[in-house]
């Protein structure tokens, strides 16, 4: 079982920056995929961006340009990078690592609020 505890959530005004961080509990982080979801009131989750074990990145369409996700296997750390925040960012956001076979390997974290409001 792989703990996640997410932080750095919180209150920014519209164009601010947060950055978001995530420390895994495991001794083979670096295999991991790991990602960072949202949620906001009423709707699905949905993937933000993810980084593979090769430090292959995919965002959505929704945060590219505007998002950055990046690892630090020797900390056990993925964080996510926000700028230029939008109010439709507002959501929970949660970090996700998962690794073959995702149906036996796929972890959650708690999830942090971030609202973005003036």
């Known amino acids: 079982q792989v703990q996640l505890v997410e932080s750095g959530g919180g209150l920014a005004q519209p164009g601010g920056s947060l950055r978001l961080s995530c420390v895994a509990s495991t001794d083979i982080f670096e295999i991991y995929t790991m990602g960072w979801y949202r949620q906001a009131p009423g709707k699905q989750r949905e993937l933000v961006a993810r980084i593979t074990s090769g430090y292959s990145i995919n965002f959505s369409d929704s945060v590219k340009g505007r998002f950055t996700i990046s690892r630090d296997n020797a900390k056990n750390t993925v964080y996510l990078q926000m700028n230029s925040l939008k109010p439709e960012d507002t959501a929970v956001y949660y970090c996700?690592?998962?690794?073959?076979?995702?149906?036996?390997?796929?972890?959650w974290g708690q999830g942090t609020q971030v609202t973005v409001s003036s």
């Open positions: 996700n690592a998962q690794r073959i076979p995702t149906a036996r390997y796929n972890y």
